[in-house]
C-alpha cells in the first residue's frame, strides 16, 4: 500500500472521528433548541395579542373588578416591553427577567378568570366564552412550546457536557450551556382562591 492510497482512506476515518466529536450535532442542537425558543416567543405573542381583545369583551359584557382588568393591561404592556433573543439563552438573568414578566401574567389572567367564574352572564355570552376558549387554547400552546424548549436545551446541554461531544463544543464552538423556562410566578403552584366576603 503506498502513501497516496493511504492518504485516501485517512479522510474518511478523520471524517467520521470529526462527526463524532460534536462539529455538527453542537450547532444542530443549539439550533433546535433557539427554533423552541421561537415557538415559546409566538405563543407568548399570541397572548398578548388575545388579551386586548378579552379585556374589550369583559367591559362590555359586564362591570366586573376594574382593577383585575387593569392588572391585566398593565402586565401584558410590561410583558411585552421585555424581549429576549435566542442569543440571550445563556443568560441566566435575562431569561429570568422575561420569566417574571410572564408570569405576571399569569397571575394577573388568573385573577380575571377566578372574577368571570362568579358573572354567569358574562361567562355564557358566546363571543367571551370563545375568546377564554382561545385564551385556554393559548395557555396551553404556552406550555407545551415551555416543554418542548426545555427538552431542546437539556438535549443541547447534555451534547455538549458529554464526551466525545464536549471536544467540538468546547474547542471548536466554544458553547456555553442555555437556561432552561423555569416557573417563577409566586404561589403557581397554588389554585387562585376566589373570595367574595362570604
Known sequence: MTFRSARWMIIPVAAVSLSACGINSVPTKEEAAKAKWANV??????RADLIPNLVETAKGAAQIEQST???VIQARASATQVKLSTDDLDDPAKV???QQAQGQVTSTLSRLLATVESYP???????FADLMTQLEGTENRINVSVQDY???VQDYNTTIR???DIIGAKIVHGAKPMTPYKAIT??????TKVDFGS
Do not use: I
Open 150 to 152: 426545555n427538552g431542546a
Open 162 to 164: 458529554t464526551f466525545p
Open 186 to 191: 409566586p404561589n403557581a403552584n397554588q389554585a
Open 41 to 46: 416567543e409566538a405563543a407568548y405573542q399570541r
Open 96 to 98: 429570568q427577567a422575561f
Open 69 to 71: 382588568l387593569e392588572g
Open 121 to 127: 352572564t358574562l361567562a355564557s355570552q358566546q363571543r
